[in-house]
């Protein structure tokens, strides 16, 4: 397994099985395009894209820089082989590279698999949390 950071719109595009809706071209153009963005595929020998980790830098005047780990995916198929675990991992490197203080990612409590993959990344739960969003009808998964 090779991971590399996605730099180009094609990358984004091959690791569309991944997401979870099909990917646009002019959305994967302006993820590369917006600073502090950050795409990791985690390649198979056969040249697969077998899982992605994203991740988005966030910025605060009294905080600094950290990094948010976007979204983790891994090819059903190529699950439970550590991929999940080394995507964290090589974001978690390149978060430091950048000069964040941390990384951070949301985890729904009952999601086992994400918990586990991120502990044996080093993670420390913080205690549960409650997500609350707005909808605004901007294109995304849900738009119609």
Do not use: Q
């Amino acid at each position: 397994m090779e991971i590399r950071r996605a730099t180009t719109v094609a990358e984004l595009m091959a690791a569309g099985h991944l997401y979870d809706a099909p990917p646009r071209e002019e959305w994967a153009a302006d993820f590369l395009a917006a600073p502090g963005h950050v795409l990791l595929v985690a390649y198979a020998a056969d040249g697969f894209p077998a899982g992605f980790v994203s991740g988005v830098e966030m910025r605060h005047p009294d905080k600094g820089v950290e990094m948010c780990l976007y979204e983790l995916s891994v090819d059903e198929a190529h699950r439970r082989r550590g991929i999940g675990r080394a995507l964290t991992e090589a974001l978690a490197a390149e978060a430091r590279a950048r000069g964040c203080y941390g990384m951070w990612v949301g985890v729904d409590p009952d999601n086992e698999a994400a918990l586990r993959t991120y502990g044996t990344a080093g993670a420390v739960a913080e205690g549960a949390f409650a997500m609350l969003t707005w909808e605004f009808g901007g294109g995304g998964v849900n738009a119609h």
